[in-house]
């Protein structure tokens, strides 16, 4: 079955500083995605790519759809202590019901 | 008003025994999920349902029966609980659009399921 693989798994930064993660896939998705959990609670989108080599942003956060279709990436500039959770990346295709969630990238800001 | 909402958000039962997860959505969604999440967070689609129809079963063991009375509610039924089935259950929401969704989920807080 397809897989999305996260990395880093773990990062640990302090506040100010900008981060990168990315996600790759073993096949292809028409659509990529990013989700933040925070703990106790269930993910919450935090942007939606439908277009290969799509650039979109959301405040602090920008993520990129590949030109390959098989990766996708997140940024987050000037890290701020809300910031603390897991990420996820997640893939579907048209046609499928199905979203394909990643593997997770946890994040934690050292005081 | 919470959009997605489960009930419990706790379970702490024997192994052996039947329990039941409710969820119910708000938001006019016709397409409602249930999702696993482990002890390492890895997130797993269980089943999928539109419109009351089951679209998606996902090699689950058939001690697991989701039912959707109507499109705002998917519950999800466990016989026979087994250790292994200790997790985080997440029943999720979207919009379907044509013949495929958005990938837009909206995520109730999680039912969190301890077998003893």
């Known amino acids: 079955g397809q897989q999305l693989n996260q990395s880093p798994q773990s990062m640990f930064i302090q506040e100010g500083e900008d981060v990168s993660m990315n996600c790759t896939s073993s096949?292809?998705?028409?659509?990529w995605l990013w989700y933040k959990q925070d703990p106790g609670e269930g993910p919450v989108l935090l942007i939606a790519l439908y277009k290969a080599g799509e650039l979109t942003s959301n405040g602090r956060l920008t993520a990129q759809f590949g030109i390959t279709r098989k990766d996708s990436f997140l940024n987050i500039s000037a890290s701020i202590p809300s910031d603390v959770g897991i990420y996820f990346c997640?893939?579907?295709?048209?046609?499928?019901?199905?979203?394909?969630f990643g593997t997770g990238t946890r994040l934690t800001i050292i005081p | 008003d919470t959009a997605v909402s489960q009930t419990p958000k706790y379970l702490v039962t024997q192994m052996g025994n039947d329990k039941s997860i409710k969820c119910e959505q708000n938001?006019?969604?016709?397409?409602m999920y249930w999702y696993k999440q482990d002890s390492k967070k890895f997130l797993k689609i269980m089943f999928s349902?539109?419109?009351?129809?089951?679209?998606i079963n996902e090699t689950v063991p058939n001690r697991f029966s989701p039912k959707s009375p109507d499109k705002a509610h998917l519950n999800l039924h466990i016989n026979s609980l087994e250790l292994g089935d200790s997790a985080v259950y997440f029943c999720a929401s979207s919009l379907r659009t044509g013949t495929s969704i958005t990938g837009e989920l909206f995520f109730g807080e999680g039912s969190r399921l301890t077998v003893l």
């Open positions: 938001l006019g969604h016709d397409t």
């Open positions: 096949s292809i998705f028409n659509t």
């Open positions: 349902y539109n419109n009351k129809e089951l679209i």
């Open positions: 997640a893939g579907s295709n048209f046609g499928n019901e199905k979203l394909t």
